[in-house]
């Protein structure tokens, strides 16, 4: 079982920046891909960003520009820097494994609160 650990969230003001982590397996980081999620009220759970494991990074069009995903091996984590938040940025925050055999893990999610 992979166990991975989100940490990082609360309230900020629309304009202002926080930064997610994720403690997760060093050899789960370094081999597959890994990324952010999130999930707003009433909606689906939504790509925000990923990491591959050649270092290769794709963000969902929303936050392009915004936020930044980074791996340190050296800590066993990913994070997931967010800056300039708007409201609409306002949701559950959830770190995923993809596995290359197939299999995803999901950490168990941090709360991010844009306030406007």
């Known amino acids: 079982q992979v166990q991975l650990v989100e940490s990082g969230g609360g309230l900020v003001q629309a304009g202002g920046s926080q930064r997610l982590s994720c403690a997760a397996p060093?050899?789960?980081?370094?081999?597959?891909?890994v990324g952010w999620y999130r999930q707003a009220p009433g909606e689906q759970r939504e790509l925000v960003a990923v990491?591959?494991?050649?270092?290769?990074?794709n963000y969902a069009d929303s936050v392009k520009g915004r936020f930044t995903i980074s791996r340190d091996n050296a800590k066993n984590t990913l994070y997931l820097q967010m800056n300039r938040l708007k409201p609409e940025d306002t949701a559950v925050y959830y770190c995923?494994?993809?596995?290359?055999?197939?299999?995803?893990?999901w950490g168990q999610g941090t709360q991010v609160t844009v306030s406007s």
């Open positions: 060093g050899s789960i980081l370094r081999f597959n891909n």
């Open positions: 990491i591959t494991s050649d270092g290769s990074t």
């Open positions: 995923n494994a993809h596995l290359l055999s197939g299999r995803n893990y």
